[in-house]
Every structure is written in structure tokens, then in C-alpha cells.
């Protein structure tokens, strides 16, 4: 057991951190640091991998992963923003409108598209205004970045053309839903919408998508076991589940995350009581020592015990709700992973206090920055900032390389993988930087300790 070790690693490292106070040149400075990690990266996509989607670290060159369509530019987009760069961003959204089909022959993932394209498009078109483009009359009900965002939307609606109502996972943007697709998704895949489309229907004026979204999730919210829990994988015609592990990690994650973010941004109590429902049967059956675990939909037993890299978001949901005493012990047990290896494993054995065989990697995730960035903005405590502080150290010590930041294939060893995903860009790094910056436009006009802010989903919107 490693368990003990953990303990007391975690000890040292809050009476550590706790001690430092950060000053306003303290944030000024890291914020620097933390602008010079953004274009590293970003200056090495374009000078080597753009147009492809992804940047390749390690052999300096590009890869389309998602779609074909300059992912990572599109991604990033709002990030320059918040980094104070509007002449770039700028630049890139009038390349993005010169560049960008969406009409192409190629088989794109209807989550990912969702969540890093539409995502990334609306996110830069609602922040135009502050970019210093030239807004059309009607903004923000109109726009190219807006049109674009509509544009990858419609490609993905005939995915919900279902019995059900929930997505297939997989779309032609083409020729639109094989008839060979497989019917099961997760359920991440099926709940993880409604920010996005809601958005889309309120400005364009179209309930399609807002229709559609909440279609899906009110299916799936009836799927949902006698003791109130979802599994993660369902069959989207017949309502079956196919995978029976229920749990807050990969798979499942997002919805999660929605129907508290649709909740606060659409004032929707049905959202915030289908995730309160949802909290309850979660702190009933999972919760272990302020771990969450794994168990079976429908008895509640205990299939794996093991933390998920992904679930590190859920701190930062909890303490949007002002459940803070719980987010602090949860948070506290994530960090002691990272402090552990220099970043958060795929998968971590809580039992035996060490990673998962063949889960050791670390991919540049933004969740556990995600939640340092809305618990110092709920508690003002600056251990957050040391924390955050580590994250970035921790970050350049091991994955920088000549041409950008290289995912972590092994944490043990620190061996590295020849990829760097676009949400390094468009959400770990944003995150980080915001986590730093007390007064930036994004946090509303609030101070640290008001918990008055709320950031956007997954794209980073």
C-alpha cells in the first residue's frame, strides 16, 4: 500500500504551499512564463504542422486526428484572446473563414466536433467583440465565425435522427451516418450538447439544435438505474446499456459537467435537479475517503477501484455548486497523484496507490488545472496558486521539446508520446493562465474568494 506515502507527501505539500502568498508581481510574472509555454506550442503548430489538425512534437511535423480541419488552429482561437493578442486572432479567424470545410469526406467524431469545433468557433465569435474584428450589423446574432459554428453543427444533426433521439457517435460530414455505424456510444457522447447548441439555437434563432440536445439528454436521464445511476456505454436505439460501469470518469465525465454548466447558463432548474438526483445516488455509491470509484449501474458493488485522470474536473463542478468542503478533500487526494508523478496517470490504482498497467500516460489534460482555477476563485487561498505554480513546472520539466509539448506515454519514466492535443492549447493552458489572473475580463469583474465566474464547457468556451 502506497497509500500512506501519498499521505504524507500530501502533509508536506500543503503546509508548504500554504506558506507562500502570492503577490501581484508573483502573477505577473508566472503569467509570462505561461505565455511563453502558449507560443512555443502554438508557433510550432504553424510552422510545422498547420494545416494538419495536431501538432507531432517529437518529429516536428502535422496529423490530422479529428477531421481534417485545422483543429488546433480552431481550438486555440479564444486563447489568444485571453492572452491579449488580438492582432493574431484576428489573423487566424479571417484564415479560418478562408480555409475551413466542413464539406468534406471524412469521418469525424460527433463529441469531439461538437466540443473543439463548434465550441471553438462560438467561443471565438462571442469574444469578437473584444478581438477588435469588425462586427456585422446584428452581432452577436450574426457573424462568419458564428455561420462557421452553424455550419459544423448541421453537419452533425443527422447523427440525432435516432429512435431515441440520442447521437450516434460517428458521422460522414458528407454522406452523414453509415449504415454499418455502431449503435453504442458513451455516455458522455450522447449528454455533452447542450452548451453548445443551446448557444447556437439562441443566437441563429433555430431550436434544432437546443431540440436536439435536450432530446438526447432527456433519454438518457430515463435509461438511468433503480438506484440512480448511468453506465457508460448505451445501445442509442434500443436504450440498452452495454457497459454497466457507472462512475464520474471517461465516458460519462462531460454529462456531468453539462448539466451543471446548461444549468447555470441557461437559469434551467430541470438540468440542476437531474444533476442533483444524480449527486446523490453518486455520493451514496461511489464516494469512498473522498475518492470516487467505480461500480455496477444496478447493485452499487465496486468494479474498479481506480482514480480516472478525467475525473479531476469534478472538484471545480462541486465547488460551482458551493459544496467547497468536499472539493477541497477530493482535490487534495488528485494532487497528491500529480505530486506523485509529475502529472495525473490515465488510470490510478487507489488500493495500490500506483498507476494502471497500461494507463501510465499523461496526455497534457486540463482538469485538475480546471478545478485549482474555480477553487481559488471560491476560497481565495492561495495554496491554489502554488499548486498551479508545480502544474507548470512540472509541465515544461518533463514535456517540452524543440518543436512544442509532447504527451506523456509513461509517468513512471517519463517517457514521452509524439502528440500534442489542441486542448494543451485551448484549455490547459488558458486554464493556467486564468488561474493566475484575478482580474481578467473572463472572471466577470469578481475578485478571488467570490466564486462569482463561471467558465464555458469543454472547447473552453
Not at 107 to 126: C, D, M, P, Q, W
Not at 191 to 204: D, H, Q, V, Y
Amino acid at each position: 500500500m502506497r497509500a500512506p506515502v501519498c499521505a504524507a507527501l500530501l502533509l508536506w505539500l500543503l503546509s508548504d504551499a500554504a506558506s507562500r502568498q502570492f503577490s501581484e508581481e508573483d502573477m505577473a510574472a508566472v503569467r509570462q512564463r505561461i505565455k511563453s509555454m502558449f507560443y512555443h506550442a502554438y508557433n510550432s503548430y504553424l510552422d510545422n504542422a498547420f494545416p494538419y489538425d495536431e501538432l507531432r512534437p517529437l518529429t516536428c511535423d502535422g496529423h490530422d486526428t479529428w477531421g481534417s480541419f485545422s483543429l488546433t488552429l480552431i481550438d486555440a482561437l479564444d486563447t489568444l484572446l485571453v492572452l491579449g493578442n488580438r492582432t493574431e486572432f484576428q489573423r487566424v479567424a479571417s484564415l479560418l473563414q478562408d480555409t475551413v470545410d466542413f464539406d468534406i469526406d471524412v469521418n469525424a467524431s460527433v463529441f469531439e466536433t461538437n466540443i473543439r469545433v463548434v465550441g471553438g468557433l462560438l467561443s471565438a465569435h462571442l469574444l469578437s467583440g473584444r478581438g477588435g474584428m469588425d462586427l456585422e450589423p446584428g452581432w452577436p446574432c450574426s457573424g462568419p465565425l458564428l455561420r462557421m459554428a452553424e455550419d459544423a453543427a448541421r453537419k452533425l444533426l443527422p447523427a440525432f435522427q435516432t429512435p431515441t433521439g440520442m447521437p450516434y457517435g460517428t458521422i460522414n460530414l458528407l454522406y452523414g451516418v453509415s449504415p454499418t455505424e455502431t449503435p453504442v456510444t458513451c455516455t458522455a457522447g450522447v449528454g455533452t450538447f447542450i452548451l453548445e447548441f443551446a448557444t447556437l439555437s439562441r443566437l441563429t434563432g433555430d431550436p434544432t439544435f437546443e431540440n436536439a440536445a435536450r432530446r438526447a439528454m432527456s433519454a438518457l436521464w430515463r435509461t438511468r438505474s433503480d438506484i440512480g445511476l448511468v453506465g457508460n456505454h448505451v445501445d442509442i436505439v434500443t436504450q440498452k446499456w452495454v457497459a454497466q460501469d457507472a462512475g464520474i470518469g471517461a465516458g460519462v465525465d462531460s454529462y456531468f459537467e453539462y448539466l451543471v454548466k446548461g444549468a447555470i447558463m441557461l437559469q434551467d432548474q430541470d438540468l440542476l435537479n437531474m444533476f442533483h438526483a444524480y449527486d446523490r445516488a453518486i455520493q451514496n455509491y461511489t464516494r469512498f475517503d473522498d475518492w470516487y470509484l467505480w461500480v455496477q449501474m444496478h447493485k452499487g458493488t465496486v468494479t474498479m477501484p481506480v482514480f480516472q485522470s478525467l475525473e479531476a474536473f469534478w472538484p471545480g463542478l462541486q465547488s460551482l455548486l458551493g459544496n467547497l468542503d468536499g472539493a477541497v478533500r477530493t482535490f487534495q487526494n488528485y494532487y497528491s497523484v500529480w505530486r506523485q508523478f509529475g502529472g495525473l496517470p490515465e488510470f490510478y490504482s487507489i488500493p495500490q496507490g500506483y498507476t494502471v498497467d497500461k494507463r501510465e500516460g499523461y496526455p497534457l489534460r486540463p482538469e485538475l488545472i480546471e478545478s485549482a482555477m474555480y477553487l481559488f476563485r471560491a476560497t481565495g487561498d492561495h495554496t491554489y496558486l502554488q499548486l498551479g505554480l508545480d502544474a507548470l513546472e512540472s509541465i515544461e520539466r518533463i514535456t517540452k521539446t524543440p518543436c512544442g509539448y509532447a504527451s506523456v506515454k509513461d509517468l513512471r519514466d517519463h517517457q514521452l508520446d509524439n502528440r500534442m492535443e489542441s486542448f494543451f492549447l485551448a484549455e490547459t493552458i488558458k486554464y493556467l493562465y486564468l488561474l493566475f489572473d484575478p482580474a481578467h475580463f473572463l472572471h466577470g469583474g469578481g475578485r478571488e474568494g467570490d466564486g462569482s465566474w463561471e467558465e464555458g464547457g469543454e472547447g473552453g468556451q
